[in-house]
């Protein structure tokens, strides 16, 4: 594909999306790990409805890792434990009180 029929592609797709497409292949990592990619992050994140602006302090895939995946940050078990905004950190119930 090209860079430019990417990019549009790109545009359509949310960033859980783009995380899975990223843990797909070293190619996809690497286009999309790219400071350059994150006009494409942005984008993504703008096509869900109300999720608001990535903190200036986290990047764009590292937000998304945190809002979408719903993985405990310590043991890597499913949770649906919420975000622990105050530490960017999602915790498993056993995890956050051992924490």
């Given at each position: 594909l090209t860079t430019s029929v990417m990019s549009q592609i790109l545009t359509h797709l949310d960033p859980r999306d783009l995380l899975n497409l990223a843990r797909t292949s070293r190619d996809f990592r690497?286009?999309?790990m790219r400071r350059s990619s994150a006009l494409s992050w942005k984008i993504a994140r703008q096509n869900v409805?109300?999720?608001p602006a990535c903190p200036p302090f986290l990047s764009e895939p590292a937000y998304a890792n945190l809002v979408f995946f719903k993985y405990c940050h310590n043991c890597l078990k499913p949770t649906q434990s919420a975000v622990l905004w105050e530490f960017l950190v999602r915790y498993?119930?056993?995890c956050k009180n051992s924490q």
């Open positions: 690497d286009l999309l409805e109300g999720l498993c119930t056993s």
